[in-house]
């Protein structure tokens, strides 16, 4: 073989394995990176879940005025600008808002939750908000029938444009059959109610010791609608029989890990787990006993966030309100408008040193900068876009969206 012909081979079979490296990666659209905070509700209560998807900040801010608390406090108790705290309430609604039918659903309650799901999905104006579902597992007689009960009945009569579910929250996820059962089963379900393929997205909620040691292959097997990577603390811990379930326990922090990584490899969110102690009053305290309790549970929901953030984590499952505000304004403490301009401004220095021919070179603070950095900064400031902290239009002229993104942001 000649040498022009081997460099002809070569490209090709390059071009090929290429083509598979790409495949390995989910084309996740930008809405999907909104999942700073998955805000849960029984589906069973249709009162409880309509708040959660209509305006859970609203709720946030009305319980605050009940314990005679406003953005000051819990600015001061949080270390955070009470602007900061007051932008955040001002919000319509959390980033996502999780329907469950599996833990918070007792069997008599079934058929109603059902309904509840489908008739609050179509209904609610729920703004930027995701709406998914969590179904029961696969062990639970249930699971296909309320996915299928759920899925078709919320499409039906509806163009696929606006079919009304974003996703599922794929509960105790352990093995490949499983989600490939599943794949088969959502794909059924979108030639029944007329959607493209694969436009049924899923969050695998990874809470058993099979769902932690095999989430690289699980991952792999359903990327196709993979939508997100959840840590469920509590059932692991039962999983794998630890002594007590502790937000910092070495497996809680082992998972994480697991899944920060392997998340990270497949482009799409890590989600942490929530905060068991609930910013909740206690009827034996008084009225300033109790502000300084609630103030301490959403400074414990605070500190839990900023842990998750640092290890990598881009959202954290909340069951209250006020948990929603305190991991909120986490993400806003992490990512402040100094630090999106510091990547901002970043990212132009690396653009000026590609456009003079000088590859890596030392930004104006010190830093290396070169295709490695400046790929890293490109993924926060798109994750920024998404969470409505850097404008569509500054992402579309930075190439951090497409033109259609952008579009969709604008409108």
């Known amino acids: 073989m000649t040498a022009g012909a081997l460099r002809d081979s070569a490209e090709r079979h390059r071009q090929k394995a290429a083509q598979q490296t790409a495949a390995l990666r989910a084309e996740l659209p930008l809405r999907y990176l909104r999942q700073q905070a998955h805000l849960t509700a029984p589906a069973s209560d249709a009162k409880l879940a309509e708040k959660a998807l209509s305006n859970a900040t609203g709720v946030a801010s009305r319980l605050l005025d009940r314990y005679g608390l406003d953005a000051k406090a819990v600015g001061e108790r949080l270390g955070v600008d009470a602007g900061v705290v007051t932008s955040v309430l001002e919000e319509v609604g959390a980033p996502v808002v999780v329907l469950d039918l599996e833990d918070g659903v007792p069997p008599h309650l079934v058929d109603a939750a059902r309904a509840n799901v489908v008739r609050l999905a179509r209904e609610i104006d729920r703004g930027r908000t995701l709406c998914f579902v969590r179904p029961p597992g696969i062990t639970d007689p249930r699971c296909a029938d309320d996915l299928v009960s759920m899925l078709v009945d919320a499409g039906h009569g509806l163009a696929a444009n606006r079919y009304p579910i974003d996703g599922i929250v794929f509960p105790k996820v352990r093995h490949v059959h499983e989600v490939r059962w599943l794949d088969e089963l959502l794909a059924k379900i979108e030639k029944d109610v007329s959607l493209p393929p694969d436009s ?14 095999k989430l690289p292959e699980l991952a792999a097997a359903g990327l196709n609608r993979l939508a997100g990577i959840i840590l469920g603390t509590v059932d692991l811990g039962a999983d794998v029989l630890l002594p007590e379930v502790r937000f910092k326990h070495p497996i809680a922090e082992w998972a994480r890990m697991m899944i920060v990584t392997v998340a990270g490899a497949c482009g799409v969110p890590a989600i942490d787990g929530m905060t068991l102690d609930f ?6 305290l008084d009225a300033q006993a109790n502000r300084k309790f609630v103030l301490d549970r959403m400074a414990t929901n605070f500190n839990d966030a900023l842990h998750s953030i640092d290890l990598g984590m881009s959202g954290r499952w909340v069951g209250h309100p006020l948990q929603l ?17 510091e990547h901002v401004a970043t990212l132009e220095e690396f653009s000026r040193a590609i456009a003079n021919d000088l590859g890596a070179v030392a930004a104006s603070s010190g830093q290396l900068l070169d295709i490695g950095t400046d790929r890293h900064v490109r993924q926060l400031l798109r994750r920024a876009t998404a969470w409505g902290l850097l404008s569509a239009d500054r992402a579309h002229e930075l190439h951090l969206i497409t033109d259609l993104e952008r579009r969709a942001y604008t409108t």
């Open 279 to 284: 910013p909740v009053g206690r009827p034996e």
């Open 200 to 213: 049924i997205r899923v969050c695998f909620l990874v809470e058993t010791g099979w769902g932690v040691a």
């Open 325 to 341: 505000v305190a991991t909120l304004l986490a993400f806003r403490s992490f990512f402040g408008e100094d630090s999106i301009r």
